[in-house]
């Protein structure tokens, strides 16, 4: 029987899917807490090969901790999904916008800035509203919408007192004027396998299905398909979930998820997305 490995930080229901079907399709899955191990790296790292296996799926929500765990994991020639390279670059949103505008991905008009009169700088050269986020995080976290400059320079204060070096990378984005939702395109390899709309809950403007947001079904069209394997692509590819806005000029990418949370789009579509997983993972097994 085949053996696959996923690196685990918290069984939420994706994981208990994944389980399910890879026993679905005859293979042994073999969990790994990454809080309950440690790893050496220093001498030999080939011995990983035997408490871990050839291929493994790495899913840990901390992005820090799966990176680390990947980066060993593929020194010690295990075949990681994602990959080392594409996990770093879509857990950092000024990393895949690098990366997107590279491949001619069209995203939102997006600003950097280091300190608080850079971003106040940037604000005043984006207009208002615009969007505010963390450069690492996810599930709408510290997401904010500004409306004005009052509004951004509470906002800078309060982000300069966290002590978090990750907070002073300001990342502003212009508010992409959109419907209540946004799309999400599931890229597995070289194929787009799904699409959902999720619809912002009434409380909210971020559309997150941690949030609250609603999936529904979305119709893969060409234009959809091409852009997600575009996007795919150039974050270097692997099993993404690309997250795209419809804005008055056209569809934007605003996020390569690496670490994708599939249940949405499984319940708006009925596709076996954890199955697809699994069985990409046994066809890298064969490369
Ligand atoms: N520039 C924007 N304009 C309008 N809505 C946005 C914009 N950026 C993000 N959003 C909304 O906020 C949600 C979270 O933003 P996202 O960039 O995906 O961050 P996260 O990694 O936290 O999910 C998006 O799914 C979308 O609904
Ligand atoms: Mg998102």
Redesign the pocket.
């Known amino acids: 029987m085949k053996t696959i490995c996923l690196v685990s930080d918290r069984i939420r229901w994706d994981e208990k899917a994944l389980i399910h079907a890879a026993s679905d399709n005859g293979v042994k899955l073999k969990l790994i807490d990454p809080k309950t191990v440690f790893l050496s790296v220093s001498g030999d790292l080939s011995r990983l090969k035997d408490s871990f296996s050839e291929i493994v799926i790495n899913r840990c929500v901390s992005y820090f901790r799966g990176l680390h765990i990947t980066a060993i994991l593929e020194k010690a020639e295990l075949k990681v999904i994602n990959p080392f390279y594409v996990s770093l670059i879509c857990g950092n ?1 000024v990393f895949t916008n690098l990366a997107l505008i590279s491949a001619k991905v069209p995203v ?1 008009k997006t600003l950097v800035a280091f300190t608080k009169e850079g971003v106040l700088k940037a604000l005043d050269e984006m207009g208002f509203p615009a ?1 505010i ?1 963390p450069v690492v ?5 510290l ?1 904010a919408l500004i409306k004005d400059r009052d509004s951004a320079q509470a906002i800078i204060e309060s982000r300069e007192q966290i002590h978090n070096a990750l907070l002073q990378i300001y990342y502003i ?4 004027e ?1 419907p209540p939702r ?1 799309i999400r395109v599931l890229v597995i390899g070289d194929e787009a396998v799904a699409a959902s709309y999720r619809y ?1 809950p009434k409380d909210d ?4 299905v941690a949030r609250g947001g609603i999936s529904k079904p979305c119709r893969l069209t060409d234009e959809l398909e091409d852009l997600a394997l575009q996007a795919a692509e150039a974050v270097g590819g692997g099993v993404l979930a690309v ?1 795209c ?1 419809e804005s008055p000029r056209g569809i934007l990418v ?2 390569v998820n690496s670490t994708v949370e599939f249940r949405g789009l499984c319940s708006a579509t009925g596709i076996d997305i954890p199955g697809k997983i699994i069985q990409y993972a046994v066809r890298m097994m064969k490369r």
């Open positions: 949103k939102p969007v986020k995080g996810s599930w709408g976290r997401i984005q212009e508010y992409v959109r946004d912002s403007w971020r559309t997150n997250d806005m605003h996020e």
